[in-house]
Antibody, heavy 127, light 107 residues
Framework: QVQLVESGGGVVRPGRSLRLSCAAS????????IHWVRQAPGKGLEWVAV????????KYADSVKGRFSISRDNSNKTMYLLMNSLRTEDTAVYYC????????????????????WGKGTTVTVSS | EIVLTQSPGTLSLSPGERATLSCRAS???????LAWYQQTPGQAPRLLIY???SRAIGIPDRFSGSGSGTDFTLTISSLEPEDFAVYYC??????????FGQGTRLE
């Protein structure tokens, strides 16, 4: 069964750090790019970051660039999102999602739609 | 950067009725790189449609997508009770990788 399971959410004070994990099962993890998408309470979906299948290409939303860092361990089928200098506006449910068919060529890396989603983990940044 | 605008914000219909949801891009979308997701309360988004009009695995044929250029539509031919949810369009294959519309609530 193809599955993504997020963990690591919690309550944290502004300025602190938190690391989220996304564990994959049921598919060849190393073949797929993985996205992080978040949803603030009562709001829509906001794309956060993506990491290519081999970990060589990383892209971030402007709202998190320089504060968040994405990485992966293909041997353990796990993706990570390290969130530093957290702000109250980072409060959200964080989802990881599999990219269906992203690819890289000489022109760069291009990412597709998200065909498998985890159930999400909640991050609350509050003093 | 292309911006996606969905309309209406909220659509009020009854089971059995036809729903038409719109997603408009601020610039022409190339290569039919548009997807739709459904999100029910407390759940993760679910892929419905990709490449403008292709249904994802397991999606009933009452869901259909259409459009080109800057105007795209998700149609639900006859609403079932489980279809009342929030729907998002998503532009992919360009930068930034994850451009979403703001969502349409179907109630």
């Amino acid at each position: 069964q193809v599955q993504l399971v997020e963990s690591g959410g919690g309550v944290v004070r502004p300025g602190r750090s938190l690391r989220l994990s996304c564990a994959a099962s049921g598919f060849r993890f190393s073949d797929y790019a993985i996205h992080w998408v978040r949803q603030a309470p009562g709001k829509g979906l906001e794309w956060v970051a993506v990491l290519s299948h081999d970990g060589n290409d990383k892209k971030y939303a402007d709202s998190v660039k320089g504060r968040f860092s994405i990485s992966r361990d293909n041997s353990n089928k796990t993706m990570y999102l390290l969130m530093n200098s957290l702000r109250t506006e980072d409060t959200a449910v964080y989802y990881c999602a599999r990219d269906f068919d992203g690819y890289c060529n000489s022109g760069g890396c291009y990412y597709y739609y998200m065909d498998v989603w985890g159930k999400g983990t909640t991050v609350t940044v509050s003093s | 950067e292309i911006v996606l605008t969905q309309s209406p914000g909220t659509l009020s219909l009854s089971p059995g009725e036809r729903a038409t949801l719109s997603c408009r891009a601020s610039q022409s979308v190339s290569l039919s790189h548009l997807a739709w997701y459904q999100q029910t309360p407390g759940q993760a988004p679910r892929l419905l449609i990709y490449a403008v009009s292709s249904r994802a695995i397991g999606i009933p044929d009452r869901f259909s997508g259409s459009g080109s250029g800057t105007d795209f539509t998700l149609t639900i031919s006859s609403l079932e009770p489980e279809d009342f949810a929030v729907y998002y369009c998503h532009l992919y294959g360009s930068l930034p990788p994850g451009t979403f519309g703001q969502g349409t609530r179907l109630e």
